[in-house]
């Protein structure tokens, strides 16, 4: 059985693949890499922005709006109808604020 997937981009992937979404098609129970993987194919010029260690994105990856680690997206299964959101990943703070004087 095949599921539908929503895929949606940030500014620079939209950019580089011409729409605001796409429906990735892949077989019932996949997990997000799968899903990405399938992306890829679908649009081979995001390779380098997407392919690769997944441990190690610049990209972070949710499933219908829930964030989902790096270690996770190897299990994190997908379902018929789910909305995948892949965006910078977001960094902040610093060790300073840990230190104590």
Known sequence: ??????????????????????????????????VIESFIEMYPEIKNELEGDLDRFFYQFSINGELIRPDEIGRKRVKNGDEVVIFPAIGGGSFLSTMRF
């Open 1 to 34: 059985m095949k599921v539908k997937i929503r895929v949606l981009g940030d500014v620079l992937i939209r950019e580089r693949i011409g729409r605001n979404s796409v429906v990735v098609n892949i077989k019932d129970n996949s997990t997000l890499r799968d």
